[in-house]
Nanobody, 113 residues
C-alpha cells in the first residue's frame, strides 16, 4: 500500500491550496478515505473524510465551509481543497485509509504572511 500526498506549501492567510493523495496497492474504490493534520505540539486531528462512493462527507467544525474533500476513483486519488486558509491551519496533513491502518508520509502546509 502506498499513499503519497502532495500539494502542500507556504501560503498567505486567505489563500488556497489543493492537496492530493495518490493511492495504490489496495482497492481504492472500496474504502473511505480521511485527511488528518498535526500541528506542532498538538495531537493529530481528523479534518475530513469521504465514503467510498464520494457521496458522503464529514468535516471538522474548524474547517467546515472552507475545505472540501473529494475523490476520483478512476485516478485512485483523494483531494482536499483548502480555501480561506488561516494561520491555525498550519500543520502536516496526512491522508489515510483508516480502516486498513495505512497513512501517507504527510505534506506540510504553512499559512503565514
Amino acid at each position: 500500500v502506498q499513499l503519497v500526498e502532495s500539494g502542500g506549501g507556504l501560503v498567505q492567510p486567505g489563500g488556497s491550496l489543493r492537496l492530493s493523495c495518490a493511492a495504490s496497492g489496495f482497492t481504492f474504490s472500496a474504502y473511505a478515505m480521511r485527511w488528518y493534520r498535526q500541528a506542532p505540539g498538538k495531537a493529530r486531528e481528523l479534518v475530513a473524510s469521504i465514503d467510498y462512493t464520494g457521496r458522503s462527507t464529514y468535516y471538522a467544525d474548524s474547517v467546515k465551509g472552507r475545505f472540501t474533500i473529494s475523490r476520483d476513483n478512476g485516478k485512485t486519488t483523494v483531494y482536499l481543497q483548502m480555501n480561506s486558509l488561516k494561520p491555525e491551519d498550519t500543520a502536516v496533513y496526512y491522508c489515510s485509509v483508516f480502516v486498513l491502518g495505512y497513512w501517507g508520509q504527510g505534506t506540510q502546509v504553512t499559512v503565514s504572511s
